[in-house]
């Protein structure tokens, strides 16, 4: 897809980010073809992403790959007067600024509307954090599975014999990061309507709560309580959960009320429709146990490809992958999941790419930046010289490496 026809083209975004979930978020917005322009403080090694195992070295990582693909880097040290010039500098020429530092830091460091609004009053300030930034927790440090301890996740994942159990991956610090990213958009948006920009926070903690979702209303309403459920099952839809089969396993949800016929159906089990014990979704909850009882019962005497070549298509059902297998098989193929990127040291790099298609095409994307590999340029753009780029290097307020 050629670069000109992305929607976000045009926008500039600083990023003083690290990490997992502003990086994350900010990739998205890259991919789209916005400008998004990492700030690193060189004289610390740079975003702590690059250094993370076990797949670094110098100053680069797998990691730090798979957050910060499209964007650009400047080598910056922002306590410093100089470079606090060239920030306020950068902020002039951009249209938001996003950061993911602790929240009691934002303030003092002046990476708020306040302080950049004398300088573009349009400019729209994200701050994603762990707690927010004037609360009695602003200063602490906190990070996605601690978020996911609190919020409850752990005492409604895995099975109910089980010690608590996380989440296998981070997603609270993906949906903040996404979440941030929103309100970046809408941000900007409402700038180019008002010709005023303003601060806009989102916290990881807020971020983790808000997705407790329905679960939380009907406790908050109706005094339910969340747990949970063997086999990762519905709370409240029957038969949703997993099944053990000859080889392995298959997750069967039958979530709507044409499923169930369908389903019972395909497993030569038609009686079961008019079952009164188990025949719509009051009843099969009632009797969850029944249920899975009986499917169990008919799941095991068939591998699992047996089972999919009935269900598929009838109602959502699928094998349960590892990674290895869940990249492998056939329609990641056909989605064209994963993506090659040319890199000098990670010669056959690949990641999985961005899920938005634009004219069903996948949206280009090159590595992510050496520290300061773009800082020469990004100087240029804002007006410095090239005598006045060299004697920033030279005190090392900048940093640069060119490939």
């Known amino acids: ?117 004398k300088h573009k009053p349009e400019i729209v300030c994200v701050h994603l954090s762990a707690y927010g930034r004037n609360n009695s927790r602003a200063s602490w440090p906190g990070l996605d599975y601690v978020m996911q301890a609190e919020a409850g996740y752990l005492s409604v994942t895995g099975e109910p014999s089980s010690p608590p159990t996380r989440f296998g991956l981070s997603i609270v610090d993906y949906q903040a990061g996404l979440t941030a990213a929103l309100a970046l958009l809408a941000g900007i948006l409402g700038a180019q309507r008002t010709g005023r920009g303003q601060d806009y926070d989102a916290a990881l ?22 747990e949970r459920i063997a086999r990762s099952g519905h709370p409240s839809l029957v038969p949703s959960e997993l099944y053990k089969t000859k080889n392995g396993w298959i997750f069967i949800m039958a979530n709507k009320d044409s499923f169930w016929p369908k389903l019972v159906t395909a497993i030569e089990k038609p009686q079961w429709i008019k079952d009164p014990r188990i025949s719509d979704f009051k009843s099969r909850l009632k009797n969850r146990q029944l249920v899975v009882e009986l499917l169990s019962e008919v799941f095991i005497k068939e591998n699992t490809e047996y089972w999919l070549s009935k269900l598929t298509g009838l109602l959502p059902c699928a094998p349960v992958n590892n990674i290895e297998s869940a990249l492998s098989n056939k329609f990641s193929d056909e989605r064209m999941i994963t993506q090659k990127i040319s890199h000098p040291k990670w010669q056959n790099m690949k990641v999985v790419r961005q899920p938005i298609l634009a004219d069903e095409n996948v949206l280009p994307r090159k590595k992510a930046p050496l520290l300061g590999e773009d800082t020469i340029n990004i100087l240029k753009e804002i007006g410095y010289e090239e005598e006045e780029i060299n004697t920033l290097l030279s005190d090392k307020t900048i940093f640069s490496q060119i490939i």
């Open 205 to 226: 903690f807020d971020v983790a709560m808000t997705n407790l979702s329905y679960p939380a209303t009907w406790h908050l309403t109706e005094g339910y309580k969340p």
């Open 1 to 117: 897809m050629n670069n000109e026809h992305l929607p976000l083209k045009g926008l500039k975004i600083i990023a003083l980010e690290q990490y997992g979930a502003a990086p994350f978020g900010t990739m998205f917005l890259a991919d789209l073809g916005a400008d998004v322009i990492k700030v690193e403080n060189h004289l610390t090694g740079g975003e702590m992403g690059r250094h993370v195992v076990p797949y670094s070295e110098d100053g680069d990582s797998l990691f730090f790959q798979s957050f910060s693909a499209n964007k650009r880097s400047i080598g910056l040290n922002i306590k410093s007067s100089n470079g606090r010039k060239i920030l306020d500098k950068l902020v002039s020429s951009s249209d938001a600024l996003i950061n993911n530092l602790r929240g009691d830091l934002v303030n003092k460091l002046g990476l708020n509307y306040k302080s950049f609004s």
